[in-house]
């Protein structure tokens, strides 16, 4: 514990917080193969997606103090399609399959922490001391060149550190393989 009286805890799995967290998984997901024949030619067609959202916000330092928050999270969605024809000639000593497979996935995550005990001690020591007054509130948190940060459309009183990413995906591929039974043994 961070407060008086101090206490070090033996017992390792404690967790100390003094704001509420917060954890959303939400995920789903569907996959489907209809298959038919024509007249010796078979006709595969496999589907499937996959959908992720993923929020997460919680006192990432395990102090009963405010030092560090975290609030971060990632979508992600996911298609496949493969369309396949398959069949035999020769009698059936040969065997035959041609295709197409297209995979697409998107994704977005951010994470947004904010450090305000970092904001209060620097204000405590530099504040104080060097200019003999506390900082503005929110005074380290300016971006470069003046401008202010928000999060949500909010203004932030506190430093904090901002990662934002965005990934697409796309995968095309044709393929097609033949076998050709020579004798019992010797396969082509």
């Known amino acids: 514990q961070a407060s008086a009286p101090f206490v070090v805890d033996p017992d390792s799995l404690d967790y100390f917080t003094d704001t509420p967290m917060k954890r959303e998984i939400e995920q789903y997901g ?7 024949d024509f007249d010796g030619i078979t006709a595969k067609l496999s589907l499937a997606h996959q959908d992720t959202d993923y929020v997460d916000f919680n006192d ?4 009963d103090i405010t030092a560090l928050l975290a609030d971060g999270g990632q979508t ?8 396949n024809l398959s069949g035999d000639y020769a009698n059936d ?17 951010f994470l947004w922490a904010e450090l305000p005990a970092l904001q209060t001690t620097l204000e405590a020591l530099f504040g104080l001391a060097a200019i003999g007054m506390p900082l503005t509130s929110g005074s380290l948190a300016a971006a470069p060149f003046g401008q202010a940060q928000l999060k949500d459309g909010q203004f932030s009183a506190a430093p904090f ?11 095309y591929a044709v393929f097609g393989q033949t076998t050709y039974d020579a004798t019992d043994r010797l396969h082509l």
Do not use: M
Not at 60 to 63: E, T, Y
Not at 93 to 101: K, V
């Open 76 to 83: 992600n969605r996911q298609n496949t399609v493969e369309l």
């Open 30 to 36: 569907f996959s489907a193969t209809l298959t038919h």
């Open 60 to 63: 990432s330092d395990g102090l």
């Open 161 to 171: 550190v901002n990662f934002r990413g965005e990934q697409d995906s796309s995968s």
């Open 93 to 109: 000593s040969g065997t035959w399959i041609l295709g197409g497979f297209y995979f697409q996935e998107d994704g977005t995550s």
